[in-house]
T-cell receptor
Framework: KNQVEQSPQSLIILEGKNCTLQ??????????LRWYKQDTGRGPVSLTI?????NTKSNGRYTATLDADTKQSSLHITASQLSDSASYIC????????????FGQGTELSVKP | EPEVTQTPSHQVTQMGQEVILRCVPI?????FYWYRQILGQKVEFLVS????????KSEIFDDQFSVERPDGSNFTLKIRSTKLEDSAMYFC????????????FGEGSRLTVL
């Protein structure tokens, strides 16, 4: 069964610190892997999109990595800000299934002053 | 910046009532989607829509659900006879192309069924 699992479930860090969020997936074959940020009660906002052939993708302070062999991805956030507090969701798009994305449960990040 | 807009932001309805959730996708986008997120759970795919017809749907999207693009700009999700378990946040999304392009989500419509 196609699944996306994330860890940790929640994380608290101090402002200015770095953190890394993990994603493991069983979706195969897959077309691309995305990381989204979702503020409470809001829609998901795309951070990065990586195809199966890409290993890393950066977007400002966000850097995503992908290891298609081990089916793992990570999202690294540097110099965290209070506004980074949100749920970070790993999303995998199965091959040739368009927008039928499979979402992880998210990691709830809380950045404290 | 273009965005996907959804109305209403919150709707409360009685069990058994019909509900229509509305979405205005980004204007040059061709692929449209509905997702839902039950409180505390993962976002789940419901249906994708292209060229005025459903292209894919999940097992959640049963006969109680329907989608329509009535006028070339709106994209609606109808729930014919709501159940308590339909209470969720419903997200509309759109994309310009089918391939690995960015999927833009709306802010969601929260449906509460009493």
């Amino acid at each position: 069964k196609n699944q996306v699992e994330q860890s940790p479930q929640s994380l608290i860090i101090l402002e200015g610190k770095n953190c890394t969020l993990q994603c493991n997936y069983t979706v195969s074959p897959f077309s691309n892997l995305r990381w989204y940020k979702q503020d409470t009660g809001r829609g998901p906002v795309s951070l990065t999109i990586m195809t199966f052939s890409e290993n890393t993708k950066s977007n400002g302070r966000y850097t995503a990595t992908l290891d298609a062999d081990t089916k793992q991805s990570s999202l690294h956030i540097t110099a965290s800000q209070l506004s980074d507090s949100a749920s970070y969701i790993c999303v995998v798009s199965p091959y040739n299934q368009g927008g039928k994305l499979i979402f992880g449960q998210g990691t709830e990040l809380s950045v404290k002053p | 910046e273009p965005e996907v807009t959804q109305t209403p932001s919150h709707q409360v309805t009685q069990m058994g009532q019909e509900v229509i959730l509305r979405c205005v996708p980004i204007s040059n986008h061709l692929y449209f989607y509905w997702y839902r997120q039950i409180l505390g759970q993962k976002v789940e795919f419901l249906v994708s829509f292209y060229n005025n017809e459903i292209s894919e749907k999940s097992e959640i999207f049963d006969d109680q659900f329907s989608v329509e693009r009535p006028d070339g700009s709106n994209f609606t999700l109808k729930i014919r006879s709501t159940k308590l378990e339909d209470s969720a946040m419903y997200f509309c999304a759109s994309r310009q192309t089918r391939k690995a392009g960015e999927l833009f989500f709306g802010e969601g419509s929260r449906l509460t069924v009493l």
